[in-house]
């Protein structure tokens, strides 16, 4: 069974930032594409951005120049730096790890944006 377990989001002003955190098992999160997915109220569960075992990154357009994904492999944790947010980017945000073609997901954590 894949375990992801995260930490961070909470509620906070329109332009500020939050960070989110997620950790997995060594021998998943060597091998696994790590992402962050987001699901807002009444719409469909959407990708943020992901990152390769070597660091290569991908996000989606509507978080570019704002958020930041990375990987810290020392510690089997995958990190979202999330700047200059806006009420729009409300939403459960979801660690993911992608292994095999399989997705699992955390449990999921809200971040909140006041504007």
């Known amino acids: 069974q894949v375990q992801l377990v995260q930490s961070g989001g909470g509620l906070v002003q329109s332009g500020g930032s939050l960070k989110l955190s997620c950790s997995a098992a060594?021998?998943?999160?060597?091998?696994?594409?790590m992402g962050w997915y987001r699901q807002a109220p009444g719409k469909q569960r959407e990708l943020v951005a992901i990152?390769?075992?070597?660091?290569?990154?991908n996000y989606a357009d509507f978080v570019k120049g704002r958020f930041t994904i990375s990987r810290d492999n020392a510690k089997n944790t995958v990190y979202l730096q999330m700047n200059t947010l806006k009420p729009e980017d409300t939403a459960v945000y979801y660690c993911?790890?992608?292994?095999?073609?399989?997705?699992?997901y955390g449990q999921g954590t809200q971040v909140t944006v006041s504007s």
């Open positions: 993911s790890a992608r292994i095999l073609g399989l997705n699992y």
């Open positions: 990152i390769t075992s070597v660091g290569s990154t």
């Open positions: 060594r021998n998943i999160f060597i091998n696994a594409v």
